[in-house]
């Protein structure tokens, strides 16, 4: 068990030290999509629903969720995020909403879950507000698309991946 980060040779888990690590800049971008159908897509679109506007509070829920990724995620350390974007593309072919994050910190750990956690947050924003038109509502292909910074180096997402 010596190998895993967060677990101790004699059992047990931690959070894993990183005050030891250098403060870099770390970006992060990540992505998904909510397939809505088309009456909410149409709804989406139109900002026609009773609940508000979709898209802008979406947005808005992904932004709050990467600010508290640390109280939703186990073990997950509290960055000090410096810039979190949430973007919504309407996707008229596909009857969905493409989610897309980027964040942004300084400091010694990594910011994907934060990107992670945002678009997943919007997603489920996303289904919460359509859910009265649709049940048949699909959150999926949620995924990192780039990082930078840290010791593992900056990795960007291949089509073949």
């Not at 992505?31 to 009456?39: H, M, Q, S, Y």
């Not at 989406?44 to 609940?51: D, M, P, S």
């Not at 979190?84 to 010694?108: M, N, Q, Y």
């Not at 910011?111 to 997943?120: F, H, N, R």
Request: charged letters at 20%; proline letters at 2%.
């Amino acid at each position: 068990m010596s190998s895993f980060t967060h677990v101790h040779p004699e059992g047990g888990v931690h959070m894993v030290d990183v005050s030891g690590k250098s403060d870099t800049v770390r970006t992060a971008v990540a992505i998904g999509k909510v397939i809505l159908g088309n009456e909410a897509f149409n709804r989406v679109q139109e900002n026609t629903l009773r609940k508000g506007d979709v898209v802008s509070i979406a947005q808005i829920a992904g932004i709050m969720g990467a600010k508290e990724t640390s109280r939703l995620i186990p073990l997950c350390h509290a960055v000090l995020i410096q810039s979190i974007d949430v973007e919504l593309t309407l996707l008229p072919d596909e009857h969905a909403l493409e989610i897309r994050s980027f964040a942004k910190s300084i400091g010694p750990t990594g910011v994907e879950m934060e990107a992670l956690t945002a678009v997943s947050v919007a997603a489920l924003t996303v289904y919460d507000m359509c859910k009265a038109i649709s049940k048949d509502i699909t959150i999926s292909h949620i995924h990192l698309l780039a990082k930078t910074g840290g010791a593992s180096g900056d990795y960007r997402k291949t089509e073949a991946e």
